[in-house]
């Protein structure tokens, strides 16, 4: 049964808005049933061209999902019988066919996307392939837009995908979720990947590609929410990143200069995301299985919450996040909130018993350089900053900590 054919805009329209909001999910059913990357996303998108025509002239299906799944099987078979496909064999043909022919046009799709991400964020593939995965599989993000998050050439980019794809069909990488014995370490893998992908974006500025990263973020982890409910890990996660994207607004000035937290124009952050990520962080901590993200989530939602944030408590947070991820880099952290909490001392002599592991790292140079001004030490200081400015990554950073420098030399000229 079809519907009357609307006008061509109505069909692009609603085929936009699946490739949006299903493609992982279609991609999934597929995989699950050819148990071939390449061939799911060559055979989606034959179904979609078909969409094109089809629907353009016959009007909408009455369940679209169903009869892009149908139809894509249907395009897969087609293709493994004109080319051969290296050596697969006939009666897997078979099979195929037999499992298209019996497929129904329903909308009620089995969700795989779960197995699917376990698969893109498989330790076997190395971080950066896990996230360039994750995004084009998961994300629906194209080639040409995934290897602009990376600064990579399309070409490069599709044959890191490319390499994946046959390494996850040869190595015979399971298409699964892991069982209760791997559940922890490897959830945790995906949270990581997830996390990477919303820090490329939150960290590249305020540009259409950085935002669109974020959301394709927390887009993910709403999704791993909604499929495995009830994971404090997983809400700690959402609720940091939704908690930290809250801020976006607020953190380069009108002449593109970053703007640190305490500096912020509040009236500028997004109540409603900072209220969802605080009530999610509330639902994790009930569940008494303190995890790395729920505690980064609740530093955020000090920050977010009152001014002066409550640093003696960050200070607390920042011990038990030392405990889980004992790296410089929360050295580094919770360094500065005992300087902010009134330690200064005791936040110096951390800051530089972290110098040699640290010496190349920018934002080390920066709360360096500011723990030393506030210790009174204006020369060191600005030799930090110095270094600092020498190190940034991006003209907004490095504005921001010339204007710091600025201030600091301005009593002593």
């Known amino acids: 049964m079809t519907l009357a054919a609307p006008d061509p805009q109505s069909v692009s329209r609603a085929i936009a808005a699946l490739v949006r909001t299903d493609r992982g999910r279609l991609l999934s059913a597929l995989i699950t049933r050819l148990k071939d990357f390449q061939l799911a996303e060559e055979a989606l998108q034959d179904a979609l061209a078909s969409a094109v025509v089809h629907w353009g002239r016959a009007g909408l299906p009455a369940s679209p999902r169903g009869w892009l799944l149908k139809v894509a099987l249907r395009k897969a078979i087609d293709r493994l019988r004109t080319s051969a496909r290296e050596g697969r064999k006939a009666t897997e043909i078979a099979r195929l066919s037999v499992a298209e022919a019996a497929e129904t046009t329903t909308d009620d799709i089995p969700d795989e996307r779960l197995r699917l991400i376990f698969t893109c964020c498989h330790p076997a593939l190395e971080p950066k392939t896990r996230v360039a995965l994750t995004l084009r599989t998961l994300g629906g993000l194209s080639t040409t837009e995934v290897a602009d998050a990376f600064l990579d050439n399309e070409t490069t980019m599709g044959q890191r995908l490319s390499r994946a794809r046959t390494k996850i069909l040869g190595a015979g990488i399971p298409y699964a979720v892991p069982g209760p014995e791997d559940w922890d370490e490897r959830l945790q893998s995906v949270l990581k990947v997830v996390y990477l992908i919303f820090n490329q974006g939150y960290s590249d500025g305020d540009g259409g590609r950085a935002r669109q990263l974020s959301e394709e973020a927390i887009y993910l982890a709403r999704m791993l929410n909604e499929l495995r409910p009830g994971q404090a890990e997983v809400e700690g996660l959402l609720g940091l990143m939704l908690i930290t994207e809250a801020r976006r607004a607020a953190r380069l000035a009108s002449d593109g200069t970053s703007v640190s937290i305490p500096f912020q124009d509040r009236t500028l952050w997004d109540q409603g995301r900072i209220a969802e990520g605080v009530a999610l962080l509330d639902e994790a901590m009930a569940r008494r299985a303190a995890g790395p993200f729920q505690i980064k989530a609740a530093i955020a939602a000090l920050h977010a919450q009152a001014e002066p944030p409550d640093w003696p408590q960050i200070v607390l947070l920042y011990d038990s996040l030392l405990r889980m991820e004992?790296?410089?880099?929360?050295?580094?952290?919770?360094?500065?909130?005992?300087?902010?909490?009134?330690?200064?001392?005791?936040?110096?002599?951390?800051?530089?018993s972290l110098a040699p592991a640290l010496a190349a790292y920018q934002p080390f140079h920066a709360a360096h350089a500011e723990v030393l001004a506030r210790s009174g030490r204006a020369e060191a200081a600005l030799a930090a900053y110095d270094r600092a400015i020498s190190l940034a990554s991006n003209p907004s950073d490095a504005a921001f900590l010339r204007r710091r420098r600025d201030q600091l030399a301005e009593p002593s000229s």
Do not use: D, F
Not at 329 to 352: F, H, K, M, S, Y
């Open 326 to 352: 004992p790296t410089p880099v929360v050295q580094l952290n919770r360094a500065v909130a005992l300087a902010e909490a009134g330690a200064v001392e005791a936040g110096l002599r951390v800051l530089e």
